[in-house]
């Protein structure tokens, strides 16, 4: 990624951004930049992070990590179902 802001700092017409514990610290720094910009700041929707076990809370940092919902742990399931069987 060569944008650490990605295209949220000059898009116009957007109005909120939706973050978890882990990345507001983020989108606080879009909104810093939005601002650096000229564009309004966005209204900031924090979220709790999704897991794949629904009702289930990770107990600590380590479960945290390999529950969660993520872009990567998508493409790992993606991957895991075309590879071939050994």
């Known amino acids: 990624m060569v944008d650490l802001h990605g295209p949220s700092v000059t898009m116009e017409g957007l109005d909120a951004l939706v973050a978890?514990?882990?990345t507001s610290a983020g989108a606080d720094l879009v909104n810093q930049e939005r601002v650096k910009r000229g564009l309004k700041s966005l209204?900031?929707?924090k979220i709790d992070v999704l897991n794949g076990s629904v009702g289930v809370a990770p107990t600590d940092m380590t479960q945290l990590?390999?529950?969660k919902l993520s872009s990567s742990w998508i493409r790992s399931m993606e991957k895991a179902a075309i590879a071939p069987s050994e």
């Open 20 to 22: 978890t514990t882990e």
């Open 65 to 67: 990590r390999e529950w």
């Open 43 to 45: 209204t900031i929707i």
